[in-house]
């Protein structure tokens, strides 16, 4: 499906009937994700919570955009520079433009994508998007079920675990409470992982405790399964058992994460932090590889 006539946004029809396991009357994370994107695949509640969390932090549509075009130059320096044709895109939310498979595949045609969402919606949309895609896939599975993701027919059909795999993690751990272990998750999918295999990760973060709190309370508050905000210093330990990537495409740039605004952005110097005092929460990212 690569490169072909993708013009707009929904690049499949859009009259698929929702599965009848979906509840239309509470917001899930992946309809307000796609509502703050300006999608189509949201109901009611999930355009209110769009706007709470948007009235809550001015900015957080422009996030979401921002997260967007890191993911796609994530997976272009993935697939171009580091040559990995496999790639495990976990919380991977509903198809919007330039997904995965369509960045990796235009790199590199016979490149591999496993998406992997908790919220069945995605599986719904994700395969009419996918239909005639034989390397692309997409499960419902929770990816705290490490061996459930890793293990499925669906992925053993597309991933070769003995040649490097490229996981990502694109705005989706703070999705997971600190009592399901975030970190400790990521060192699970490495350790079954080959060496040279990359996380593409951002993650909502802030150096403002409050700023941080209300952001979070706010979206328990809506009923959303939800973790939290988190500070730099904590987001960084995703990498502990990686080396992070140089956030500059010359590899001038101390190896550590930033702005997701400002990762091999052109000539955009990267920054830890947004340069305006007054952002208070930004998308930390970066790329390790596993040595
Ligand atoms: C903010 S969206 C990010 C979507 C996409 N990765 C991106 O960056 O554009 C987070 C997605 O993670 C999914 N998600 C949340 N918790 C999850 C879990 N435990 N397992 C799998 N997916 C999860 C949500 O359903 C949602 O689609």
């Given at each position: 499906m690569a490169g072909k006539g993708f013009s707009g946004r929904h690049p499949?029809?859009?009259?698929?009937?929702?599965?009848?396991d979906i509840d239309m009357s509470?917001?899930?994370?992946?309809r307000t994700y796609d509502a703050l994107l300006d999608g189509k695949d949201n109901?009611?509640?999930?355009?209110?919570?769009?706007?709470?969390?948007?009235?809550?932090n001015p900015g957080t549509k422009a996030l979401a955009r921002q997260n967007r075009a890191f993911l796609s130059r994530g997976v272009t320096y993935v697939a171009e520079t580091l040559k990995i044709d496999q790639f495990l895109d976990l919380g991977s939310g509903l198809p919007t433009v330039e997904n995965t498979h369509q960045v990796a595949q235009r790199v590199n045609p016979n490149a591999r994508v496993v998406y992997v969402d908790i919220d069945p919606i995605v599986l719904a949309?994700?395969?009419a998007i996918l239909a005639d895609n034989a390397n692309t896939t997409v499960a419902t599975s929770d990816l705290r079920d490490v061996d459930v993701v890793l293990d499925s027919p669906e992925t053993r059909r597309l991933i070769d675990f003995d040649r490097p795999?490229?996981?990502?993690?694109?705005?989706?751990?703070?999705?997971?409470?600190?009592a399901d272990d975030p970190w400790g998750l990521v060192r699970r999918y490495f350790d079954r992982l080959a060496p040279g295999?990359?996380?593409?990760m951002s993650h909502l973060t802030s150096d403002d405790a409050d700023a941080a709190r209300v952001f979070t309370e706010h979206v328990h508050e809506l009923g959303m399964d939800w973790g939290r905000v988190r500070f730099p210093d904590e987001v960084a330990h995703a990498f502990d058992s990686l080396e992070l990537v140089s956030p500059t495409a010359d590899d001038s740039a101390e190896p550590v994460l930033v702005d997701c605004v400002t990762?091999?952005?052109?000539?955009?110097a990267p920054l830890k932090r947004p340069a305006d005092p007054a952002q208070k929460i930004w998308e930390h990212a970066g790329v390790g590889i596993k040595p």
């Amino acid at each position: 499906m690569a490169g072909k006539g993708f013009s707009g946004r929904h690049p499949y029809p859009h009259e698929i009937p929702s599965p009848p396991d979906i509840d239309m009357s509470v917001p899930t994370v992946a309809r307000t994700y796609d509502a703050l994107l300006d999608g189509k695949d949201n109901f009611t509640p999930d355009r209110e919570a769009a706007e709470v969390v948007e009235s809550v932090n001015p900015g957080t549509k422009a996030l979401a955009r921002q997260n967007r075009a890191f993911l796609s130059r994530g997976v272009t320096y993935v697939a171009e520079t580091l040559k990995i044709d496999q790639f495990l895109d976990l919380g991977s939310g509903l198809p919007t433009v330039e997904n995965t498979h369509q960045v990796a595949q235009r790199v590199n045609p016979n490149a591999r994508v496993v998406y992997v969402d908790i919220d069945p919606i995605v599986l719904a949309h994700g395969r009419a998007i996918l239909a005639d895609n034989a390397n692309t896939t997409v499960a419902t599975s929770d990816l705290r079920d490490v061996d459930v993701v890793l293990d499925s027919p669906e992925t053993r059909r597309l991933i070769d675990f003995d040649r490097p795999v490229c996981v990502m993690l694109v705005s989706l751990l703070h999705c997971v409470p600190d009592a399901d272990d975030p970190w400790g998750l990521v060192r699970r999918y490495f350790d079954r992982l080959a060496p040279g295999s990359a996380l593409v990760m951002s993650h909502l973060t802030s150096d403002d405790a409050d700023a941080a709190r209300v952001f979070t309370e706010h979206v328990h508050e809506l009923g959303m399964d939800w973790g939290r905000v988190r500070f730099p210093d904590e987001v960084a330990h995703a990498f502990d058992s990686l080396e992070l990537v140089s956030p500059t495409a010359d590899d001038s740039a101390e190896p550590v994460l930033v702005d997701c605004v400002t990762w091999r952005n052109g000539d955009v110097a990267p920054l830890k932090r947004p340069a305006d005092p007054a952002q208070k929460i930004w998308e930390h990212a970066g790329v390790g590889i596993k040595p």
